[in-house]
């Protein structure tokens, strides 16, 4: 006699193919182990099941977490992932089969779990144990292919693979072997919850892994400011002629002859001998310490004070350009002459020789302005408190 509309389904469908995995995280080539399951399965029921086990090497994601990755991963597939905090181990589950009334099992997985499955699994078949009891007319393990790791693409994905890329904060990598349903948004869910379960910070941002070689070693050298100087003079090579360097771009250069300005590649030009030769002139009472000393750096300051400019340049020389410190005075710099800098003049050529100095008296009014404010507030405030005494008193 069925006593119920589940019984009848389980006495037509005595076969259940299930997947037993750890999928942390789900990858790509988990996919292709799920099609592999529903297309051996055919009409029977397939389930698939993940391992609830948690640590820090192999299972980093909560079980919890692991179940709606997968879901969103394999929405195909969602109804078929099931979540029994139950069955902790795979022998829960075989008993759970049994006791729903199917008669026959095939699992579904890799071939480095075949002989392990075969054995464990029909050693207990009817055998009364802790994890309880099943009895089945036959437990098939099927093999879904073998996967090599040193492959490229779905055959090499791995969990070990994927947590060593988030282990080195290689998102890029990470991402290319999620399933394919799986939002970018989402995938970062994933490769963060990886981290954290791994001991790592959550990244929020995220760059891809290049390595450039440089686009010529002459451009590089010239980025670095090794290579031309505003007022160098140089040869065009397409016709050696001289010419005397006055602007510096990106890369390239602007070049002036008989009134007359080129703009030309770092490749069309070479510097002059003469410039080749030029050597700047040291100090001679700082000459002898370490690196250059240009005598236009020490000029009109005594001995003294040069001693201690050396050493304001060694120790101040160390900071990080962010760092305040960096631009602190050195001795002889407050009776200085200071010329302005190319940028400054630059700004002065686009917006007029007096923009700065209209820049700052503006700022100086706008400051003017907010303190008469200010003051017309405390003034108003004062007045306010001076009535309200009045009233009070008058109450009284």
């Known amino acids: 006699m069925i006593n119920s509309f589940k019984t009848f389904l389980v006495e037509e469908e005595k076969t259940l193919y299930f997947v037993w995995g750890r999928m942390n995280p789900p990858t790509s080539g988990h996919e292709k182990l799920l099609d592999f399951l529903k297309g051996k399965a055919g009409s029977n029921p397939f389930r698939i099941y993940l391992t609830q086990t948690q640590d820090k090497n192999k299972n980093p994601i909560p079980y919890v977490q692991k179940i709606k990755f997968a879901r969103k991963g394999f929405p195909q597939y969602a109804r078929q992932i099931m979540m029994q905090k139950k069955l902790k181990t795979i022998f829960d589950a075989m008993t759970s089969f049994y006791n729903e009334g199917f008669k026959r099992v095939v699992i579904v997985c890799g071939e480095d779990r075949v002989r392990e499955y075969n054995v464990t699994l029909n050693k207990y078949n009817g055998v009364k144990s802790r994890h309880g009891f099943y009895n089945f007319e036959k437990i098939t393990v099927l093999n879904a292919g073998d996967r090599d790791p040193e492959s490229k693409g779905v055959a090499g994905v791995s969990g070990t693979k994927l947590r060593g890329y988030a282990d080195n904060g290689d998102f890029t990598k990470f991402a290319q072997y999620m399933p394919k349903r799986l939002s970018n ?42 290579l031309f100087n505003i ?7 397409d016709t050696n002629e001289l010419c005397r360097v006055t602007y510096l771009g990106s890369n390239y250069v602007i070049v002036e002859s008989a009134g007359k300005q080129y703009r030309k590649w770092l490749e069309d030009i070479e510097l002059h001998e003469k410039e080749r030769k030029k050597e700047v002139a040291q100090d001679k009472d700082v000459k002898k310490a370490k690196g250059s000393q240009p005598k236009v750096y020490y000029k009109g300051l005594s001995k003294s004070t040069k001693q201690k400019r050396l050493a304001h340049f060694k120790k101040y020389g160390k900071y990080d350009d962010d760092n305040p410190a960096a631009y602190k005075k050195a001795p002889g710099d407050k009776t200085a002459k200071t010329k302005p800098s190319v940028h400054t003049l630059k700004y002065r050529r686009m917006y007029g020789e007096d923009a700065v100095e209209l820049a700052k008296k503006k700022i100086e009014r706008e400051k003017a302005v907010d303190k008469m404010k200010h003051a017309r507030m405390l003034s108003r405030a004062k007045v306010r408190k001076a009535k309200n005494q009045m009233r009070s008193e008058k109450d009284a």
């Open 185 to 226: 948004a989402d995938t970062k869910a994933v490769y963060n919850a990886v981290r954290k379960g791994r001991g790592l910070k959550e990244q929020k941002e995220y760059f891809n892994k290049l390595n450039l070689s440089p686009v010529s070693e002459r451009r590089e050298e010239y980025v670095k400011g090794n």
């Open 231 to 237: 007022g160098d003079s140089v040869i065009l090579r």
